[in-house]
């Protein structure tokens, strides 16, 4: 399930970790919604990550390594998950929101003006190439000193971790299309480095275009479960180019 939220926004500068003032808004959707009900299900530390994913879209933006520099106040914002429910949730929640003016800290507000659902794409052949609308984010977690390390394209360790992170999300959605993964031909020609800033921490991750030849039912199912990890956080978002 995949939609777009059509915003406008109230400042014409953002400070550059900006995704979480769009967390903000998607905490503010489920708190309203229902009473609450699912807020702990999509926030609660330690309950088992969603599956959602989302990216921003800002209008004439101009990126500094401290700010974004705002063109206009339309912004886009689109979401997709593998799971129905969860996307269901989102919708709902984030409907109860339009029209309302949504404090998301820093002095910004947000207004949902129009949600719309996205018809979503089908690979149809063994090569399929993918717009990267939110970095690619790929975390080594080292559990002795809980630190993390983030590898982006170039990085000798860039495509054997983008794989495990595909096989452990296709754990839940086709444990059959796992073995899949490792005849999959990556293609990383036009992706590029790029450094987020994300709550004070630099973190390296990968933008462009990423391109893969395999089974398309393998293709199909990283359409779904999108890229990478972070996904909750604004990172990892693909559209298939057609």
């Known amino acids: 399930m995949r939609f777009a939220v059509e915003l406008s926004i109230d400042t014409e500068m953002l400070r550059s970790d900006y995704r979480r003032r769009f967390m903000s808004l998607l905490k503010a959707a489920l708190t309203s919604y229902e009473n609450g009900k699912y807020y702990d299900d999509f926030f609660e530390q330690g309950v088992k990550q969603k599956s959602y994913c989302w990216a921003v879209f800002f209008e004439k933006p101009v990126f500094t390594k401290e700010q974004v520099i705002l063109g ?34 820093q002095d910004v507000h947000l207004v949902v003006k ?41 990085h000798q360790q860039f495509v ?29 020609s036009q992706c590029r480095k790029t ?18 030849q395999g089974e398309p039912l393998l293709l199909n199912a990283l359409q779904s479960l999108n890229l990478g990890s972070r996904q909750n956080s604004g990172f990892g978002l693909i559209e298939l180019q057609t």
């Open 195 to 212: 450094v987020v800033n994300h709550y004070g921490c630099g973190i390296a991750c990968t933008i462009g275009h990423i391109g893969f």
């Open 114 to 154: 129009r949600i719309q659902l996205q018809r979503e794409k089908v690979v149809t052949g063994e090569v399929a190439w993918f717009q990267i609308l939110s970095p690619i984010c790929l975390r080594i977690h080292t559990r002795e000193n809980n630190q993390d390390q983030y590898v982006s394209v170039g």
């Open 72 to 105: 206009g106040q339309n912004v886009r914002l689109i979401l997709a998950t593998k799971d129905r429910s969860e996307g269901l949730i989102l919708y709902n929640s984030l409907m109860t929101m339009k029209g309302k003016n949504v404090h998301v800290g």
């Open 160 to 188: 054997p971790m983008l794989k495990e992170t595909m096989k452990k999300h296709l754990v839940d959605y086709d444990g059959r299309l796992i073995k899949m993964v490792d005849d999959l031909e990556v293609y990383t």
